[in-house]
């Protein structure tokens, strides 16, 4: 991650807390906040998914390049290492970012990401500066209409180090609308702007709705009344389970998150089967055929 | 659960949680078993706060983000103050 990104990060997380820390106080908070995204081998990942009974985990590339200056890796090694852990491991997945103003050089890298390397899918992240319906996004979207590719894009506000425009469910819809044959996750959306995204999922088949972030939920006591709100829009085949692993590791591990889901069985808010959808069933469903492999539980 | 002959930390502990937490509980109330955000009213930033205090008035380190995120409880509190996760009485 970006030290920009980190910092931003760690700027709004301090002016958010409840009382005015010391300066060492802060140094440790920023120690620790680092320890939360130290994990470049996915190891606490994958040790995390084995007692949480995930199968899979989808990783997710971010292309920093022109947002930030000085990023160490060019954005071809970072997704070489992305390929490194899919080479090694079945457990992973892994979603291709190139912003979409590198141009032909940029388009080339995506194509090869998911034609040669490997990744199922496309991650876009409109705070570094562009929209999901920008026009230069669309050669991009041909690709993934060609190959069944679902596109992830960030929805809602992030570090405070980068622009929060373009992150609203509506910039979406005019890609899925150009684009039927294409499912878009609008990540966090089932938490972020969640009425607005709901709305979306609802008349357009092609939108879905990904949970990452509902810890944010969880600790304000919101997290029913989400649920049930996307239940009554008969949203439940629209959710997709994600932890948006390393950001909640503070509030509890891979298992809690799930416990956390299928703690609605038995408090009669969603059925067995809706959970499954959920935690794994919807999103194979919009997997390219080659990547529905034996998973059950995504992240 | 009352307990006598209290270590200072896991005393300042007990403080702390009943200081910070919204529940109005004393320190003389709060019991190993209860939960620290249902129970004690320490939600996700007020945990920031309150392990801070705990390591600036030990100073030293005694948190890390594995151990962060099995604490659920005031027992679990007091067995990472005890420098590990393991099972641990408060006291």
């Excluded at chain 1, 590198?102 to 562009?130: N, Q």
């Excluded at chain 1, 044959?181 to 999922?201: C, E, K, M, P, S």
């Excluded at chain 2, 996700?44 to 604490?71: C, H, P, W, Y």
Aim: net charge negative; glycine share 6%.
């Amino acid at each position: 991650m970006p030290q920009e990104f980190f910092d931003g990060w760690l700027q709004t997380i301090k002016s958010n807390l409840p009382f005015r820390p010391v300066p060492a106080q802060e140094q440790r908070l920023d120690e620790l906040l680092f320890e939360l995204n130290e994990d470049p081998e996915c190891i606490s990942l994958l040790r995390e998914m084995d007692a949480a009974g995930i199968d899979q985990a989808v990783l997710l590339v971010i292309d920093f390049g022109l947002a930030y200056k000085n990023i160490e890796l060019t954005i071809e090694e970072i997704h070489l290492a992305h390929k490194k852990l899919l080479d090694q491991s079945d457990r992973f997945l892994a979603f291709s970012n190139v912003d979409p103003r590198r141009g032909r050089e940029g388009l080339d890298l995506f194509e090869k990401a998911v034609r040669e390397w490997g990744f199922s899918g496309m991650k876009l992240y409109p705070p570094c500066g562009y929209s999901p319906d920008d026009r230069s996004v669309f050669p991009y979207y041909e690709i993934c209409r060609e190959l069944h590719l679902p596109v992830l894009t960030h929805i809602g506000p992030t570090t405070a180090t980068l622009p929060f425009r373009h992150t609203q469910p509506q910039y979406v819809d005019d890609a899925a609308f150009h684009f039927p044959d294409v499912n878009f996750i609008l990540g966090h959306a089932a938490v972020t702007h969640y009425q607005d995204a709901a709305l979306l999922a609802q008349y357009r088949p092609n939108i879905f709705l990904d949970l990452s972030g509902f810890q944010t939920a969880i600790n304000r006591d919101e997290f029913r009344n989400v649920i049930n709100w996307h239940l009554s829009r008969g949203l439940g085949r629209k959710l997709l389970f994600g932890s948006d692993w390393p950001i909640h590791r503070f509030w509890g591990k891979q298992r809690d998150w799930v416990e956390k889901v299928t703690a609605l069985e038995p408090e009669s808010l969603m059925s067995k089967e809706q959970i499954d959808d959920v935690l794994g069933n919807n999103l194979l469903g919009i997997l390219p055929r080659a990547e529905r492999k034996r998973a059950k539980h995504g992240t | 659960m009352q307990n006598t002959e209290l270590r200072p930390d896991l005393e300042f502990a007990r403080q702390m949680v009943a200081k910070l937490g919204n529940k109005g509980l004393r320190p003389g109330e709060i019991r190993d078993e209860m939960a620290l955000k249902q129970d004690l009213g320490i939600d996700s930033l007020l945990f920031i706060r309150l392990i801070l205090e705990l390591e600036r008035k030990s100073s030293t380190r005694i948190f890390n983000v594995q151990m962060i995120a099995q604490i659920k409880t005031f027992k679990d509190l007091c067995a990472a103050i005890n420098g590990g996760m393991t099972e641990s009485k408060c006291e």
